[in-house]
Structures are given as C-alpha cells and as structure tokens.
C-alpha cells in the first residue's frame, strides 16, 4: 500500500514570517555576536592556537638516536610508518651497510603518537602543531630526508598566537600569547 504524506499548510496570514522565522533567527544571533565585544571566533590564519608543547603533532625522526629496530612501524596501528633501505655509513668503522629506516606516511597517520612512546631511544618527537599545508597527496609520503625535518609552521610565522582560557565570569575567553614563532 502507497504510503501518504500529509500536505504541509501554512496559517493565512503569518505564512511569510513562518517561513522564514528560522533563517531570521540564524542571522539575529549571527547579528548579536559580531557585536559582542567577547566573542572568541578565531581569526584563522591572521591568528592560530599556539599549543602546548606536550602537543601531539607532526613527528620528527632523530636519525642519529635511531638504532632500526622497526618497533614504530610495528606498532603503527595505522599502517602509517613504514620501513624503507637505505645506506648507512658507521662514523666510526666508516664502513658502510644498508639498514631499515622508519618513515611516515601523513595520508594514514591517526597522531595517537604510539610510535613516539615506544621508540627506545626517543628517535621520533612531536612537534606541537598541526597545521602544516601540503601540495599534493605525495609530498605527504615522507622521504627519510624530510622526515628528519620539522614540517614549515607558516600560521605561525604570519599569524598572531592565541590561547582560549575559561574565565569564571566571561566563559571561553582568546587571549593573545608571546612569541609567535614555535
Ligand atoms: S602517530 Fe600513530 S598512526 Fe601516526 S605513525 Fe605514529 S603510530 Fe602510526
Ligand atoms: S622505534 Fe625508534 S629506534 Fe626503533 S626504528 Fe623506530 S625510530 Fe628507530
């Protein structure tokens, strides 16, 4: 059996406000709080959030702390580190071999920041920021070189840093922070 829909009516009369009501609601509070001398909207990029520094963001590999033991890509839940061969010359012996090098894939990273907590020797670190712009879908596939790089921060050379504090009297409230460079 067709299903029947109900016919929407309009009361006669109020049928045009009725319509709109909704829409005339949306631009008043839009209204109301671009006057608002306390609103928090964030200006991005003129300003970004400077986090903290215990921040889990982009990964730094320390290739000189690294012993190739391939437990970040192990544990990468997200199938984002991966182990590439590359040469490696020993300082030392000056002989030179290949090794098994971590890199990261930004395409499938989930920033749980598993691999970081179990690198033995603390070759990987975050940055604390998460706002990096990228070209291409292959830029994100890092290199061994790139990965041993800090990825350019560029809100944070242009922008101005803010930080949300909740004030007991005024809610969430942006304030400005020192130093804009990370
Ligand atoms: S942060 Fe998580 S998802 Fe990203 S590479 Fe490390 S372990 Fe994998
Ligand atoms: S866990 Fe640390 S030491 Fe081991 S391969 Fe990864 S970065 Fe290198």
Redesign the pocket.
Known sequence: MPVEFAEKTVPPGRGIFKRFKGNIEAIAIGVKYFFDPKRSTLIYPKEYIKLRENY?GF?VLNAKKCINCGS??R???????KLIRRPYTDPKTGKTRMKLWPV???N?????????D?CPTEA?H?VNYHDVVFDNMEEMDQTLESFQQAPEHPTAKEGIPVRYIIDEEKGLVKVRVEGGEQ
């Open positions: 889990r990964i970040c890509a544990i990468c839940p997200a199938a984002a580190m990261i894939n930004y499938r990273c989930i920033f749980c920041g598993y691999c970081v179990v990987l975050h």
